[in-house]
């Protein structure tokens, strides 16, 4: 830690989560530097005291112990206990959300909005969700953080929407299980669209009219063995085929 006991470190970690906001990797990275992290959240640094919340929030604190003294590090100022508390009543509600029951397949109206979608998910268990299509709603990478919730999803339509590289690396970080994506028409960029290469579930992929570059079409190719359907159409790289 630096001479002035930690406050440059925690303005430089303030300005790498905010471009990499809950990037697995980079909160990985950040895990090993749980003893300064404590020790400034114990200071009353709020940096550190939402950084802390992620780590748990990502069961990245592997020793139960240090869990423990995560959360006791965290009670221990009253903005850590309102960090905390915010945490808390996040994982209760994902905890309701992932509840067997509810439907299996879910269409939302084509003018529907990012609230619309977390008003609508906050209405009961999703535990069943396999299929979600925001095809031609009005929905952006805002609504990522309610579809990350849907661990059960398979299917999941995006075509014609305003998501775009943001909300694709949440999903990606979170969706283990989804087999086939469209995300026809939508801006994300061709940098972005590499990012699916971390999504190995995947066994149908729609990139049509979308930024896709012949390199990145190559490097998801090879990355992704179990997709089976990739549509390129009106797209660089199909025109490359």
């Given at each position: 830690?630096?001479?002035?006991?930690?406050?440059?470190?925690s303005?430089?970690l303030?300005?790498l989560?905010s471009?990499?906001?809950?990037?697995?990797?980079?909160?990985?990275?950040?895990?090993?530097?749980?003893?300064p992290?404590?020790?400034?959240?114990?200071?009353?640094?709020?940096?550190?005291?939402?950084?802390?919340?992620?780590?748990?929030?990502f069961?990245?604190?592997?020793?139960?112990d240090f869990?423990?003294?995560?959360?006791?590090?965290?009670?221990?100022?009253?903005?850590?206990?309102?960090?905390?508390?915010?945490?808390?009543?996040?994982?209760?509600?994902?905890?309701?959300?992932?509840?067997?029951?509810?439907?299996?397949?879910?269409?939302?109206?084509?003018?529907?909005?990012?609230?619309?979608?977390?008003r609508?998910?906050?209405?009961?268990s999703?535990?069943?969700?396999?299929?979600?299509?925001?095809?031609?709603?009005?929905?952006?990478?805002?609504c990522?953080?309610?579809?990350?919730?849907?661990?059960?999803?398979?299917?999941?339509?995006?075509?014609?929407?305003?998501?775009?590289?943001?909300?694709?690396?949440?999903?990606?970080?979170?969706?283990?299980?989804?087999?086939?994506?469209?995300?026809?028409?939508?801006?994300?960029?061709?940098?972005?669209?590499?990012?699916?290469?971390?999504?190995?579930?995947?066994?149908?992929?729609?990139?049509n009219?979308?930024?896709?570059?012949?390199e990145?079409?190559?490097?998801?190719?090879?990355?992704?063995?179990l997709v089976?359907?990739?549509?390129?159409?009106?797209?660089?790289?199909?025109?490359?085929?």
């Open positions: 830690m630096c001479d002035d006991e930690g406050d440059l470190w303005f430089m303030e300005k989560l471009c990499c906001y809950k990037r697995r990797k980079f909160l990985q990275v950040v895990a090993t530097l749980l003893g992290l404590m020790l400034r959240a114990l200071r009353n640094d709020e940096t550190c005291q939402r950084t802390l919340c992620s780590l748990l929030e069961d990245l604190i592997e020793d139960r869990q423990l003294q995560t959360v006791t590090t965290l009670q221990s100022t009253n903005s850590g206990k309102r960090h905390y508390a915010v945490l808390c009543e996040r994982q209760m509600h994902l905890r309701q959300v992932q509840q067997r029951g509810g439907p299996r397949k879910l269409v939302l109206p084509c003018k529907s909005t990012d609230a619309d979608v977390s609508l998910l906050s209405s009961g999703f535990g069943n969700l396999e299929c979600l299509s925001l095809a031609f709603t009005q929905v952006t990478s805002a990522a953080e309610e579809i990350i919730k849907l661990s059960s999803l398979k299917y999941l339509s995006l075509w014609s929407t305003q998501f775009d590289d943001s909300g694709l690396r949440l999903l990606s970080e979170h969706l283990r299980n989804l087999h086939t994506l469209d995300l026809c028409e939508t801006p994300i960029s061709d940098h972005g669209l590499a990012i699916l290469a971390e999504m190995k579930s995947l066994r149908k992929l729609n990139l009219s979308t930024k896709l570059q012949p990145t079409f190559a490097w998801l190719k090879k990355n992704l063995p089976k359907e990739f549509d390129i159409r009106y797209t660089d790289a199909w025109a490359c085929t």
